[in-house]
């Protein structure tokens, strides 16, 4: 059986959230700029004014879970407890 | 290992994304205007970059945005409509445009949603000049403008005649490039970028106030005021 601790988990997901919105950053900043391709390569989904709209509010997002990032480690400095999961 | 796997991605993905911006921030430059000789041995016209005391952007600040790429019109078969709701719809070829009409000089800034603006010193004909002569009928409330690559746009005429919005086919003295909307551009001072269209074929008159042209119809504001978000109806 896997163990892992409250702050363990709580860092993981903050690490993938902060991946995964960079990723968004990434391929919104990308919708602006190259908008033709990246029309074509999301089949349409993803427009230059829908790029523009997520490109503009994920900074919030992204600023947030990069402090959490950062910080946490020093939050959880003392001995994690241990779930069962 | 988990984390090390995703310390490695979030890596990655931070430098993948300083690679690609430093690519895509690099826009490619313009031969005309650089001082070369023509064939017949003639300079090139260099673009100036001030005008009474003011400091213009080059023609190569511009970023590459179009919705099919640049497009290079063949100028000994161009011709400029001007249709719709007018007593006297006209053709006009590109030297009838030029020297059929009265030029302005003006120094206006291109302002684009995508955040970057330039400076530039427009030289052209007034739109309403050649709406003049065409007689637009009192039911005409929009201008629709129609380019060579499908792309499409609207003003309402009020905004057209009282802003003497000009028809650029010069910018910073040079001949417009091709790249930069050749020959015609509109310069729609005080609106988003997505208004100026280039390489201008057709100028409609239109009574539809809700007429919508390419990137309104996408989500981007009709109206398009600087003063105003560029996003929403």
Same mark, same amino acid.
């Given at each position: 059986?896997?163990r892992?601790?409250?702050?363990g ?8 959230l902060l ?6 950053f990434?391929?919104?900043?990308f ?10 390569i999301?089949?349409?989904?993803l427009?230059?004014?829908?790029a ?5 509010n994920l900074?919030?997002p992204?600023v947030v879970?990069?402090?959490?990032h ?7 400095k ?8 | 290992?988990? %984390?090390?796997?995703?310390? @490695? ?6 430098? !993948?994304s $300083?690679l690609? !911006? $430093?690519l895509?921030?690099?826009p490619?430059?313009?031969?005309? +205007?650089? +001082? ?7 300079l090139?016209p260099?673009?100036? %970059?001030?005008?009474? +005391?003011?400091n ?21 078969n ?5 249709t719709? @709701?007018?007593e006297?719809? $006209?053709?006009?070829s590109?030297?009838?445009?030029i020297?059929?009409y ?5 120094v =206006?800034?291109?302002?684009? =949603?995508e ?5 530039? @010193?427009?030289?052209g004909?007034l739109?309403s000049d050649? !709406?003049?002569?065409a007689k637009? @009928?009192p039911?005409a409330?929009?201008?629709i403008?129609? $380019? ?9 005429? #009020?905004?057209i ?5 000009l ?9 417009l ?24 074929t057709?100028?409609?008159l239109?009574?539809?106030? #809700? ?5 309104e119809? %996408?989500?981007?504001?009709n109206?398009?005021?600087l #003063? ?6």
């Amino acid at each position: 059986m896997r163990r892992a601790t409250v702050p363990g988990l709580v860092r993981r997901t903050i690490h993938w959230l902060l991946l995964a919105v960079t990723i968004l950053f990434l391929i919104t900043g990308f919708g602006i700029s190259e908008f033709r391709v990246v029309e074509n390569i999301t089949l349409g989904w993803l427009t230059k004014s829908w790029a523009l709209r997520l490109h503009d509010n994920l900074w919030i997002p992204f600023v947030v879970l990069l402090v959490l990032h950062i910080c946490l480690p020093f939050v959880f400095k003392g001995k994690p407890k241990e779930v069962e999961l | 290992m988990v %984390r090390k796997i995703t310390n @490695l991605a979030v890596t990655l993905a931070m430098l !993948l994304s $300083a690679l690609l !911006l $430093a690519l895509g921030g690099c826009p490619g430059d313009i031969t005309n +205007g650089n +001082g070369e000789t023509n064939g017949d041995g003639s300079l090139e016209p260099v673009e100036v %970059r001030e005008y009474q +005391g003011e400091n213009l952007s080059s023609v190569n600040d511009f970023r590459e945005n179009s919705i099919k790429g640049p497009q290079y019109v063949d100028i000994e078969n161009y011709q400029l409509e001007i249709t719709g @709701l007018v007593e006297n719809p $006209a053709s006009y070829s590109y030297d009838e445009v030029i020297e059929g009409y009265k030029h302005y000089k003006k120094v =206006v800034t291109l302002n684009c =949603v995508e955040g970057w603006s330039v400076n530039i @010193l427009w030289e052209g004909v007034l739109v309403s000049d050649l !709406l003049a002569e065409a007689k637009p @009928l009192p039911e005409a409330k929009v201008v629709i403008f129609h $380019a060579y690559d499908g792309y499409t746009t609207s003003l309402p005429v #009020d905004y057209i005649t009282d802003n003497d919005i000009l028809m650029a086919y010069m910018m910073n003295e040079i001949p417009l490039p091709p790249e930069r909307g050749f020959p015609f551009e509109l310069v729609a001072e005080s609106k988003w970028g997505y208004k100026w269209i280039k390489w201008v074929t057709a100028i409609e008159l239109s009574d539809d106030v #809700d007429y919508r042209g390419y990137w309104e119809d %996408r989500g981007f504001s009709n109206t398009a005021d600087l #003063d105003e978000g560029f996003l929403g109806r």
